[in-house]
């Protein structure tokens, strides 16, 4: 879980380029702004309206920016084609091909597996996706154009388990 973090983190941070920096920037000067409104207006009704409005786009307006720039700029798709435990050794490999469905070419990427034990009720699936078995992160440095689909394999080496789920979640940089 806490490589996990870690990683969401510093993913978070080393992906935001010009127009994410824009985009926020832009979110807090108005969040600033209906906050400044809020104490300016004498009518309660509006002012407790601005002031909401005001808290809300500071707390969650970068966030919403994040996502929806994501979604934009770095959107990827990834196919997993076979995955492969191997008998002689403590190895799993996974293979399958990355796509760039984002208006951007893509510099690099960073490809984060996540394995966790297989859940059949709501909580027991929230529980192994919170804390998984294992979490690798590949660096995919070749670039990958629009519209350009790439191959990609990924060995988890002390891989011992029998059962398993396993993600994939691809996190390009333009």
Same mark, same amino acid.
């Given at each position: ?6 990683? /969401?983190?510093?993913?978070? /941070? ?8 824009? =985009?926020?920037?832009? +979110? ?11 104490? +300016?207006? *004498? *009518? ?21 920016? *994040? ?6 700029? @770095? ?18 490999? +996974?293979?399958?091909?990355? *796509? ?11 490809? %984060?597996?996540?394995?966790? &034990?297989? %859940?059949? #009720?709501?909580?027991? &699936?929230? =529980? ?5 078995? =294992?979490?690798?992160?590949? &660096? ?5 154009? @629009? #519209? ?16 398993? #789920?396993?993600?994939?979640?691809? @996190?390009?940089?333009?």
């Amino acid at each position: 879980m806490a490589e996990y973090l870690r990683s /969401f983190i510093y993913y978070t /941070f080393d992906s935001l380029t010009k127009y994410d920096y824009m =985009a926020i920037g832009w +979110i807090l000067f108005l969040a600033l702004l209906l906050l400044i409104l809020a104490a +300016i207006v *004498k *009518k309660r009704a509006l002012s407790y309206l601005s002031l909401f409005m005001g808290v809300l786009l500071l707390f969650a307006g970068p966030a919403a920016v *994040k996502s929806i720039m994501d979604s934009y700029l @770095r959107k990827a798709d990834i196919q997993v084609e076979s995955t492969k435990r191997l008998n002689y050794s403590s190895s799993l490999i +996974i293979e399958g091909k990355i *796509k760039n469905d984002s208006e951007l070419d893509f510099s690099r990427c960073d490809l %984060a597996v996540s394995i966790y &034990r297989p %859940a059949y #009720n709501f909580l027991d &699936r929230a =529980a192994a996706v919170l804390k998984p078995i =294992a979490v690798k992160i590949e &660096r995919t440095d070749f670039p990958i154009a @629009r #519209n350009e689909t790439k191959p990609f394999r990924i060995i988890v080496d002390h891989f011992s388990t029998q059962e398993f #789920n396993l993600t994939v979640q691809p @996190r390009c940089y333009p």
